[in-house]
């Protein structure tokens, strides 16, 4: 019998081909809802618990695509969605794609079903973000402080050279999406077209 509590997941929104947040192309994640509330947070807009859409478990990773190395969680705090998250690591493990997880949690602050994804994620990062330590020139960290922990056999050995990375996504009605964290100038030229 499938619990009804972790069948779904509260998300603000879900980025197919991603090349940015994570080894390969992944489908990226965005939770709804963070208590964590730290300084200098740029998605904050996420904080808010009763905003984004429910999503079926099954439904995220029916939706990722055949060339898709992994998935990518983060927010949000996607750990205060704990059963939740379990649930779509291990969906996602049995489907064959890798995970990567975003966490503010330190390890010795999870326990129970926040813990267990954490340890069946193949990448994590963890910390809170600190503004005083921000540093956009790390990769697949936003502040100093933040650690990446590699957690399964599938990443042994993967070299992480620090750069400052973003990606443009041009959607179907012909809006642009930009990720990362691109330098001022580059952002207005892109969006201003100047």
């Known amino acids: 019998m499938v619990d009804k509590t972790s069948a779904v997941l509260r998300v603000a929104k879900i980025l197919h081909g991603s090349a940015i947040y994570g080894p390969g192309r992944r489908t990226v994640i965005w939770v709804q809802g963070c208590s964590l509330g730290c300084e ?4 904050d807009d996420l904080w808010p618990f009763e905003g984004g859409r429910s999503e079926r478990i099954e439904d995220i990773i029916d939706s990722v695509g055949d060339d898709t190395e992994g998935i990518t969680l983060l927010g949000g705090e996607p750990l205060q969605q704990p059963r939740a998250v379990l649930r779509l690591i291990e969906s996602a493990k049995s489907a064959g794609l890798t995970t990567m997880l975003y966490t503010g949690f330190e390890p010795h602050e999870l326990k129970g ?3 267990a994804a ?3 994620s193949d990448i994590a990062v963890v910390g809170r973000y600190v503004q005083e330590k921000r540093n956009t020139s790390l990769r697949w960290r936003g502040s100093s402080n933040q650690r990446i922990l590699i957690m399964s056999e599938n990443y042994q050995g993967l070299e992480i050279e620090e750069r400052n990375e973003f990606e443009i996504h041009l ?3 012909g809006s642009i999406n ?3 964290y691109p ?3 580059i952002l207005e030229t892109i969006l201003n077209g100047v």
């Open 40 to 43: 200098g947070c740029w998605n």
């Open 113 to 115: 079903d926040a813990a």
């Open 118 to 120: 954490l340890l069946l």
């Open 171 to 173: 959607e179907e009605d």
């Open 178 to 180: 930009v990720f990362g």
């Open 183 to 185: 330098n001022p100038e």
